[in-house]
């Protein structure tokens, strides 16, 4: 997409962290996301422990004189962050910079490119899809049942475009199994194998949980988070280009 489009930026907000892995990934993730897009403003903000935050970062569009951006919550899961903190981030936004036409985009998961991009870490670690096979899909977790629900729905997906024995999900935190308890179960079911593939948008805390809970229950290998995929590009700039042409904006204005 070219012409218009192109002079609406796009501020990406990703989750933040104390661990620098992860914000550096999502730094190469988005500049992935300029070469592919060299015609537009990519920005990124954090939610937590990394700056610029989301508000600073607004504020500076709205001071530079922008009219409109497209806000992506950089998640993999609809959960509370995108479902409270950030939409309180738009209207506080849209109160202040009444000029500044907010359009929030949609998560970037669930999507098929997210799967293909599970499938290209899993290669990268020497994981090809086999009968022998069963694999843990490890989330970072949520308190949220529906984000939780996606990644049931995902770890489906994954065991249809199989062939592995069974595909099931796990999460880090807040819900269970965990990928431990996950790979253990497999086990004991008789897998011959088990591996794990982390269904993370970056290193961090919880990628390290996730490796190290399942290589203590034996599996043959974890597979790197997501990062700078092609894939997770290619789908940013879908989600950019949606909310550009579906999402209403901020300030709502009342019809009539």
Avoid: C
Avoid at 25 to 43: A, I, K, Q, S
Avoid at 68 to 83: D, G, Q
Avoid at 136 to 152: F, R, T
């Amino acid at each position: 997409m070219s012409g218009g489009s192109a002079r609406v930026p796009l501020l990406a907000v990703a989750h933040g962290s104390q661990d620098e892995r992860s914000s550096a990934t999502v730094e190469r993730v988005f500049g992935r996301v300029r070469e592919l897009r060299p015609d537009l403003d990519v920005r990124v903000a954090y939610l937590d422990h990394v700056e610029p935050g989301a508000e600073e970062a607004l504020a500076g569009l709205a001071a530079e004189g922008a009219g409109e951006a497209v806000v992506l919550p950089a998640l993999l899961t609809a959960a509370y962050h995108s479902k409270v903190d950030l939409p309180g981030v738009l209207e506080r936004a849209a109160a202040a910079f009444p000029w500044l036409r907010l359009r929030y985009a949609r998560t970037l998961g669930p999507h098929p490119l997210l799967l293909e991009a599970v499938e290209r870490r899993l290669r990268e670690a020497g994981l090809e899809a086999s009968p022998d096979t069963a694999l843990v899909l490890a989330s970072a977790g949520s308190s949220d049942p529906e984000a939780n629900a996606v990644i049931e729905a995902a770890a489906a997906e994954l065991a249809r475009r199989g062939p592995w024995r069974e595909v099931v999900a796990a999460h880090a935190s807040m819900a269970s199994p965990t990928p431990g308890e996950a790979a253990a179960r497999l086990r004991d079911a008789g897998a011959p194998h088990v591996a794990a593939a982390t269904y993370l948008l970056a290193p961090g805390f919880f990628a390290d949980r996730v490796a190290d809970q399942a290589a203590a229950e034996g599996a043959a290998a974890v597979s790197a988070a997501l990062g700078d995929a092609p894939e997770v590009a290619e789908l940013v700039v879908r989600r950019y280009e949606e909310a550009l042409l579906e999402a209403p904006a901020f300030p709502r204005v009342a019809a009539g």
